[in-house]
Structure formats: structure tokens, C-alpha cells
């Protein structure tokens, strides 16, 4: 490291090591790593990826490594990590190991999980095996559908058959936890097919799932579909899906614990409910966001600028805000509410040492009266009609 | 020129007749305007006069044309608003001219307006020089067209000049007819000067530019003068003619029209109308004719964020320098807070202010249920006039209330006699009369509230008549009537704006219709909405707006929460757009689009 770099770093410890450290953050710290290659772009992923080649990829690792040096700066303790995409899968076992290493060697803590995302057909035992040693605890496989022709709409990536050796391939290597992704509403896609999908996901025995509805996000080749009319949007549809799935994995055994995410008893993604919970992360690589020490920000989705930022130890960040205790409580109960378990109103205006607005008091009643949340003890959750409606109900919560 | 060569003339005719085009031939002819400047239709100068193809305010141009006996002549036009809302401003300008060219289109014949405004000029005593326009339409029936003329207006058929203003036709003709048959200016011997006005417009550098014609005398700058309606005194700064751009001039005399500009900043002080005469030679009598021009519509306007009321005050108040017929107060309404409540003309001149406001002054705005003005004979014996429902008395304390009712000329297709009819009776009004137009056509001379021609009689009239339809109207007396307040409220909140002053037999109808079309236009909440129409404090109809099923995310991690909050964000932006009542949010657009029929 260069020694200007480092007299830098040594100046900006001072700065933050003794400096303010709210009780409104939790004691919990996780990291996220966003791993911006895919092979191809999916038709329905807006998220920031690109096509790698070598150079872009150790380019890219290298910054990982500087990034993780400057943001390691206040010794803070890792409890989570989340290695997301992109495709992180898609590294070869030797940069997946490169990439363990650089997260193990910059931050202190013992992490209690370790997720990374794989898609079906990355999934290689060389890389599994790097990753079982790194101290990796989770997989999660972005599993879609095991319907073929239902893959095909989303731009076939892979097929049920690679699906299933997939997660024989990560079970032989006994991670301890296993989430597979579905997504649901894809065009042709009735309730019929999406229990189907659900069983077959089931029978495979994650201790994890999550069911995303499918969006149509800008940018993205089912967008364009969209507008062209050569798909449509069927709200009534994917309200009853929706159902649909919370209805058929309660039968299965999983408990509903957010929207779209879906555990075994104590297998709940830590990372996640974390973030919901308002605590603090910091997201390494480009597009990656971080909420940590009273700010909220974005890496910038560009892997050149991202890189560049990195190496004048200048980031690139976008959509940079000051946090303060309104805007986090707000933030908690509205994400918050996104989970089963819903808040707890006198632990969150504890935590954040002020009160509810009246007016969320007040939408807080009208919604209880409406059937759309329940109140016991403190806690306010809201109820499945509630729940399918959380974003109206988040926008009638914000100040 | 002598005053033996000047003819002031009109061109009436019905909407969309080919009026404004065959000025621009005239123009294009005279060379008063060579063809690359005049953009099509030259003499309708704002925007929104052109989009909706119809003439507002009306315009003069002078023009010169060397007629085939080699004498020159000055024309001066006069072209007039075409619509009924504007209908005394249409007679001022005729009162300006001593004829009138009659436009008919030869494919759609004599309409109701045509009617209208040709008897509004035989009354004047103008001269009328028929001209069937668009004889090179396929479609064109020009027997029928002559008979019309003699039948419905006793005009000779002879008279008539066949042309075509698009391509040209017969217009050498027209302004032979024009120099030749129309008379030269009348009322010129009176002995003091008089000047009539016939219209104003507002400038920002020379305050009001009045539009006059000189009937007798003369008028040029810095004479002392004095407008007869409230004999306000003023100096002359400035005469001038149009050409069709204002051109200054020495003096006007007899029978010029021009524009005349005094210390008066205000167009709302220049009374249309008016007659001007010089203050030290006073004549002694006015131009007949003049009316006080009296708002016959009320609605509130009110900014849909509250912090516009001072933009909204100002926008309106630049509206009104160039717009003597707006009138405008402040009042307060439950629901909507701090606003104006506005006079129009009728229910176009107040559409075109509405939009307006929201272009010109970028305001967004919401407008109340229109009413007219009732006389409320109170119980004490003190009759008050109520143009708010809001300030209707209790009914207690009411001994009877009194509407305006119109008389109606309604042109129809015999093919839908039957439906008009009934529309007619729905609207409570009585036909005294029908006529014969010829085998196709009818005309139907109605009484009707003015209450119930306001929001819809004219659409549902062009869609029963598939557009072949159509009607002019004049003030007729006032009526006793069973008049009763409805309100309407939003989850059981009142909503002042909504309220209306309905029949008694027809409330429980109209209230339905209300209640379903606000029910539509509410957007979906998080819960169930009852809309809810009240007479007298009992619910006489209700529609439900279904609460909404579905609003969610699925993907929500880290990386989305500034996204997401952005979109939440801006959801509740969309909400602040909207009036908040109690906790429903009504789009603005909601207190106009209940107006409008959609039933067809």
C-alpha cells in the first residue's frame, strides 16, 4: 500500500475510531460484495452485471481488496456476509478463494453466515469446495422454476436437469444452509404450475426459500416485451399467486418471516433481517450499497468509474444521504412491517429515542381497524391482506 | 377617405363554417396581408383560440380594395366570437357594422347559431350578404342551402354568393358585394362625436387598447374624453387602425374602426358597449344597445397546494386585465381551503379561463360543481341571489327559490326528434315550438333551466345528434322551481365542493350518477370509500370505491432501500397532488371530470 494511502487510512481511524456510535444501531455489522459478472443478462434481472473477462476480473478483485482495506478502516465486526450479483458463482474457484480471502483478511469478527449466490449452472465442485473451506455457511441458488418451458420465457439459463444435480452437488459438500429462489407470475405461469414449482422445490428440502413475484423492470428484455404487448401484466393474477405462495410453503413447512422469504424454524437469512431492522452493512464492489455510520449510499454501478474511484481512495458513491433517528425509525417500520413478525413500536421508538408522528399513529389505527394489521403486546404486524399492500402502506407511513 | 367609402361589415356564422378562413382569403385579396406571413388563420391570436378552432376575442382589420367601378373602399372586418357563450360580444361587434356576410356551409346548411346571429344582425339593421360556403364539397346541397335561406331567414336566394374560402372561389365577388350593397356608415350626422367600443384588450406597456368604431366626429390624441356608461373621464394618448397589426394614425372619423388608448389601465373599467364622446362637447345620448355584461356562471377555483392561493390571486388578476367578463372574489371552501369564487360567461368561457390559469400561470387547480345565480325569497320577505349552494339558507327559513331559464333554438335531425324530446324533459324543460327546416331537419324553440344546460345539454345534444345538432340560447326569465341543496361526502365527510342545487325530483338520480362517477375517478385506497349523497341530512344515493388488493415489493434488500424509498416517495408525491379529505385523496381533475357526461 502506498504510503500516502496509508497516512490516509491512519487519519480517517482517528477520526471515526472514538467518534459518535448511536444506540440506534444494532451490534450487528454485515458485509455485502456484489460480484457484477454474468454470462449473459437474464430478461428479467435490472441488477448491475456485466460480461467478464480476465483482466475485468482481476481488475475487479483487486479493487475489491483496496475497497475492503479502506472500508475496514474502524476494525468494525463482521457478524454477516453476503457475496450477491451479478452471478458470484460465475468466478472460478481460484478468485472465489481470492475473494474469501480479502473479506477474511480486512475484517475482524466471527461471521454466523456466509452467503453466496450461485446460479444452477455454476455451480462446480472445485468452487464448492473452496468455498466450504473459506468458511462460506449458505448457498443460495437462483433455482427460478423447474418448469423448462416456464425457464424458456426467462431466457433459458439453465434447465431443471442442472437444477437438480446443482443441489445434489452442494448438499454432497454439506453446507449448512440452502436457499433456492423462485419466481413467480412468469408469463404462462397459473397457480397449477406454481404449486408444482413449489413442490418440486420442497421436495429437494432447503431449509430456505424465497419466491419473488416477477417485475418488469426497466431495462431488462421482459420490459420491452412488456411494452410491446407481447406479454401482459394480470394484477388479479399475481395477487392470487402471491397467496399461493404464502398458503402452499405454510402447508410445506415454511414459515413466512418476510414477503418473499420463506425458512425452517431458526433458518432465517440473518443478513436480510438485518437490513430491515434498520442495523448498519457495507457493500463493497459497484452498485453495492452500505448504511453505515449515519450515512446511506451506492457504490457507482460502473465497474471502470467504481475502479477508479477505489484506486484515488475517492469512491464513486451515488444516492448519498444523511441518516438521522426520524429517518430510520420511519425506515424500520416500513421495512419492518415487511416481515411476519412485523415491530415493535415501543423497542423501535426506544431504539430511536423519539415517538410516531401522529399521523403514522393514525394510519397505524385506520389499518388496524381495516383488518390490514394486528396489534399484541407492542408489536404491530401486519395481516396477509396487509402485507400484499405494504407498499401503499409503506408510502402512507413516511413523514 | 370619405366616410361614403368605408364599409364595416361582420362575418357570422356557425362554428367551424369556414369563418376565419374566408377572412384570410379577404386579407390575402386586398393584399392587406401577403400570403407568406399569414399563418393559417391570422386573426386568432392565442394559442388556445387555435387548438380549439373557434374565435374568442374578436379582431378587426382594415383593409383597401379597388372595386371593379374604380372607386377605392375601405373595409374594415369585424370578426366575432363564435360561440354562445360570448353572444354579447357578438352584437357589439355587429352593432359596429352596417352589414353582415352571412357564411353557410353548403354541406351542412343553416344551423341554429346561423339563426341566432343572423337575426341578432336584422336586428341591428345590417345589411346581409348570404354566402354559401365549401360549394366544392362533394356533399354540398346547395338547393337546399337556397331554400333555407328563404325559408328560415326570408332572404332572397338570388342574394346569395356561392364560394369555396379554401380554394378561392367567389371572393372577388364577396368584396364586390361588400363595397356595393352594404351601406355606407350610418348615424354619422349626429352633431357631438360618439364612439362605440366594442371591445378591449389589455397590454402591459400601454395599459387597456380599446377597439372602437366612430360613428360621428372625429377622435385623436390628447382629446379630452368621457366614456357615457359611468362617465369616467380620460385623455386620449393614442389612435391608431389594423392593418391588421395596430398601426398609430392621426385621427379616426366617421365610420373607422381602430383602437383608441387613454389613461385607463384596466379593461375592466372599458365597459363594451360604452360609447365615447368628447368631454367638452358632450353628445347627449348613447349608442343604443348597451348592457352591463353579467357573469351567468359561478364556480370556485382553488389552488390544489394551498401555498399557490398568491400565484392563483395574481394569475387571475392578469387574466381579468384582458377579460372584463371574469370577475373573481375570494371565498373559503371546507374542503378545499382559500380560493375565488368566478363569474364566466357560460361554461366555455370557463373551461378556457380553467386552462388558462394551469398554462399560462402554472397553477394547478381545482374547480367546484358550476351554478347559476337563484333568487332565494326568504321567509322574513328578503330576497337574497346565491350563486353557492353553500350559501343557500336553510330551507326553514326559505319561502321559495327562483332559477334563470333560457330560450333555446335547437336545430335536430328529424331522425332524433324522439330522443331530444325526452332529452328536453329530462332537463325539465318545455318545447314550445317546432318548425320545419326542411326534410331532414327541425327546429325546436325550448324553455329550459339554465341550471341544466350547464354541465352537459351540449354534449349529449352532438352525441344523440351524431354532431348534426345544434342550439343557441338567450337569458328568459326567472322561474319559481323545487329546488333542494345536495351534498356529498367522502367517508362520511362533506365535501363543500361537491355540493349542487338539484331539483327535488331529480336529486336522487343526479346523486346516484355523482356518487358512481366520483366513485370511478377516486383511485383505490388502502381501504373501502363510501361516496355518499345527502339531501337535507338523509342519504339518497352511495357508490363504494373498492379498496385496493395489491401493492407490494417483492425484492427488498439492501441494495433497494434508497430505490425503494424513492418509489414510496414518490407514490406519496402523487398523494399531495391530489386533495387530502379526511384520509382520501381526490385527484384534482375529479371536481371537473364529474361534470362531463360519459353515459353515451
Known amino acids: ?399 | 377617405m370619405k366616410t361614403d367609402h368605408k364599409r364595416n361589415f361582420s362575418i357570422i356564422a356557425h362554428v367551424d363554417h369556414g369563418k376565419t378562413t374566408l377572412s384570410d382569403r379577404l386579407l390575402e385579396h386586398t393584399a392587406t396581408v401577403t400570403q407568406r406571413v399569414l399563418t393559417e388563420q391570422h386573426l386568432d391570436s392565442m394559442d388556445l383560440e387555435r387548438e380549439r378552432g373557434i374565435t374568442i376575442k374578436s379582431h378587426p382589420v382594415t383593409m383597401h380594395y379597388k372595386a371593379k367601378n374604380g372607386e377605392l373602399y375601405q373595409l374594415n372586418l369585424m370578426d366575432t366570437p363564435g360561440h354562445v357563450d360570448f353572444s354579447y360580444e357578438v352584437s357589439r361587434s355587429l352593432a359596429a357594422c352596417e352589414g353582415a356576410l352571412l357564411l353557410i356551409d353548403a354541406a351542412q346548411g343553416v344551423e341554429a347559431q346561423t339563426v341566432a346571429n343572423a337575426n341578432l344582425a336584422v336586428d341591428q339593421d345590417l345589411v346581409i350578404i348570404p354566402v354559401i360556403n365549401k360549394i366544392d364539397l362533394p356533399s354540398a346541397n346547395l338547393d337546399l342551402c337556397l331554400k333555407q335561406l328563404e325559408d328560415l331567414l326570408a332572404i332572397p336566394a338570388e342574394e346569395a354568393i356561392l364560394a369555396s374560402a379554401k380554394n378561392g372561389i367567389g371572393i372577388e365577388e364577396i368584396l364586390e358585394a361588400i363595397a356595393l350593397r352594404i351601406a355606407p356608415p350610418r348615424w354619422t350626422d349626429c352633431g357631438e362625436t360618439r364612439v362605440g367600443v366594442f371591445d378591449s384588450v389589455y397590454d402591459a406597456y400601454r395599459g387597456a387598447i380599446v377597439y372602437i368604431r366612430a360613428f360621428s366626429g372625429k377622435i385623436k390624441r390628447g382629446d379630452q374624453i368621457v366614456m357615457m356608461s359611468d362617465n369616467t373621464r380620460a385623455e386620449v394618448k393614442e389612435v391608431g387602425v389594423f392593418t391588421p397589426s395596430m398601426q398609430k394614425s392621426e385621427t379616426l372619423t366617421a365610420g373607422d374602426v381602430g383602437y383608441l388608448v387613454c389613461n385607463i389601465k384596466n379593461v375592466a373599467e372599458i365597459k363594451i358597449g360604452d360609447t365615447i364622446t368628447h368631454y367638452h362637447n358632450q353628445a347627449k345620448e348613447m349608442l343604443p344597445g348597451y348592457q352591463e355584461v353579467r357573469p351567468l356562471v359561478f364556480s370556485g377555483i382553488y389552488p390544489v397546494e394551498t401555498s399557490d392561493f398568491e400565484k392563483l390571486k395574481a394569475g387571475m388578476g392578469k387574466l381579468q386585465l384582458n377579460d372584463a367578463a371574469f370577475s373573481f372574489q375570494a371565498e373559503s371552501s371546507m374542503a378545499l381551503g382559500f380560493g375565488f369564487r368566478c363569474g364566466f360567461l357560460g361554461l366555455l368561457h370557463m373551461e378556457i379561463i380553467q386552462e388558462r390559469i394551469r398554462r399560462e400561470y402554472d397553477v394547478d387547480i381545482i374547480s367546484t360543481y358550476p351554478s347559476v345565480i337563484y333568487k332565494v325569497e326568504k321567509v322574513i320577505g328578503e330576497v337574497i341571489e346565491v350563486d353557492n349552494p353553500i350559501n343557500l339558507p336553510d330551507p326553514s327559513a326559505i319561502e321559495r327559490i327562483l332559477e334563470p331559464t333560457i330560450k333555446a333554438t335547437i336545430h335536430v335531425p328529424n331522425d332524433s326528434i324522439g330522443d331530444i324530446l325526452n332529452l328536453v324533459m329530462d332537463k325539465r324543460g318545455v318545447c314550445d315550438h317546432t318548425e320545419t327546416l326542411d326534410e331532414t331537419r327541425l327546429m325546436l324553440v325550448c324553455n329550459l333551466p339554465l341550471n341544466e344546460i350547464l354541465v352537459d345539454f351540449n354534449d349529449r345534444l352532438k352525441s344523440i345528434t351524431r354532431g348534426y345538432g345544434s342550439m343557441d340560447y338567450e337569458l328568459d326569465e326567472y322561474r319559481e322551481s323545487k329546488l333542494v341543496k345536495m351534498d356529498i361526502m367522502v367517508n362520511g365527510e362533506p365535501v363543500d365542493a361537491f355540493s349542487s342545487i338539484v331539483h327535488q325530483d331529480k336529486a336522487r338520480v343526479k346523486g346516484k350518477v355523482l356518487c358512481e362517477k366520483l366513485a370511478d375517478i377516486i383511485p383505490m385506497h388502502l381501504f373501502k370509500i363510501a361516496v355518499q349523497a345527502a339531501v337535507g341530512g338523509n342519504i339518497i344515493a352511495r357508490a363504494n370505491v373498492r379498496a385496493m388488493r395489491k401493492d407490494v415489493t417483492a425484492k427488498c434488500y439492501g441494495g433497494d432501500i434508497s430505490r425503494k424509498r424513492k418509489l414510496l416517495d414518490k407514490q406519496k408525491e402523487g398523494k399531495r397532488k391530489m386533495k387530502n379529505i379526511g384520509n382520501v385523496s381526490i385527484p384534482p381533475d375529479a371536481f371537473i371530470k364529474v361534470l362531463k357526461n360519459d353515459r353515451d
Open chain 1, 1 to 399: 500500500m502506498q504510503a500516502g494511502l496509508k497516512a490516509t487510512i491512519e487519519t480517517k481511524k482517528n477520526e471515526l475510531g472514538s467518534e459518535f456510535q448511536p444506540k440506534w444501531w444494532g451490534k450487528t455489522l454485515g458485509l455485502y460484495v456484489h460480484v457484477p459478472f454474468c454470462a449473459t443478462s437474464c430478461d428479467f434481472c435490472a441488477f448491475y452485471q456485466v460480461q467478464g473477462d480476465r483482466a475485468g476480473i482481476r481488475a475487479y478483485l483487486e479493487g475489491i481488496e483496496e475497497e475492503a482495506a479502506q472500508a475496514a478502516v474502524a476494525g468494525q465486526e463482521l457478524r454477516t456476509c453476503f457475496f450477491g450479483g451479478g452471478t458470484p458463482g460465475l468466478l472460478k474457484a481460484k478468485d472465489l478463494q481470492i475473494l474469501c480471502e480479502t473479506v477474511r483478511r480486512n475484517f475482524r469478527g466471527s461471521l454466523v453466515e456466509w452467503t453466496v449466490e450461485m446460479a444452477p449452472s455454476t455451480v462446480k465442485i472445485d468452487k464448492l469446495k473452496v468455498l466450504k473451506e473459506q468458511g462460506v455457511t449458505r448457498i443460495s441458488m437462483g433455482v427460478q422454476s423447474f418448469d423448462d418451458a416456464l425457464l424458456d420465457k426467462l431466457g433459458r439459463q439453465h434447465s431443471r436437469k442442472q437444477i437438480l444435480k446443482a443441489y445434489d452437488l452442494i448438499r454432497e459438500e454439506g453446507f449448512e444452509s440452502v436457499n433456492l429462489d423462485l419466481i413467480f407470475a412468469i408469463p404462462g405461469q397459473n397457480e397449477a404450475r406454481l404449486k408444482e414449482d413449489i413442490r418440486q422445490a420442497a421436495q429437494l428440502g432447503p431449509d430456505h426459500l424465497s419466491t419473488y413475484c416477477l417485475t418488469f423492470e426497466e431495462d431488462t428484455a421482459l420490459f420491452v416485451q412488456l411494452s410491446e404487448g407481447k406479454v401482459a401484466l394480470d394484477v388479479d393474477l399475481e395477487t392470487r399467486l402471491y397467496l399461493t405462495c404464502w398458503e402452499e410453503l405454510e402447508r410445506l413447512g415454511y414459515e413466512q418471516y418476510e414477503i418473499s422469504n420463506f425458512a425452517r424454524r431458526g433458518k432465517q437469512c440473518l443478513h436480510n433481517v438485518n437490513t430491515w431492522k434498520m442495523d448498519q452493512w457495507i457493500g463493497l464492489g459497484p452498485s453495492a450499497a452500505s448504511q453505515f455510520r449515519g450515512r446511506r449510499y451506492s457504490n457507482v454501478p460502473d465497474l471502470d468509474r467504481w475502479l477508479e474511484g477505489v484506486k484515488a481512495n475517492h469512491p464513486n458513491w451515488i444516492d448519498q444521504s444523511d441518516l438521522n433517528e426520524a429517518l430510520l425509525l420511519e425506515d424500520a417500520l416500513i421495512f419492518g412491517l415487511r416481515m411476519s413478525d412485523g415491530v415493535d413500536l415501543n423497542e423501535l421508538q426506544e431504539r430511536f429515542g423519539r415517538k410516531l408522528t401522529r399521523s403514522q399513529s393514525k394510519t397505524i389505527e385506520a389499518l388496524e381497524s381495516d383488518g390490514k394489521l394486528r396489534k399484541s403486546g407492542g408489536r404491530i404486524r401486519l395481516t396477509k391482506a396487509g402485507r400484499l399492500l405494504s407498499d401503499a402502506v409503506g408510502s402512507t407511513l413516511m413523514v
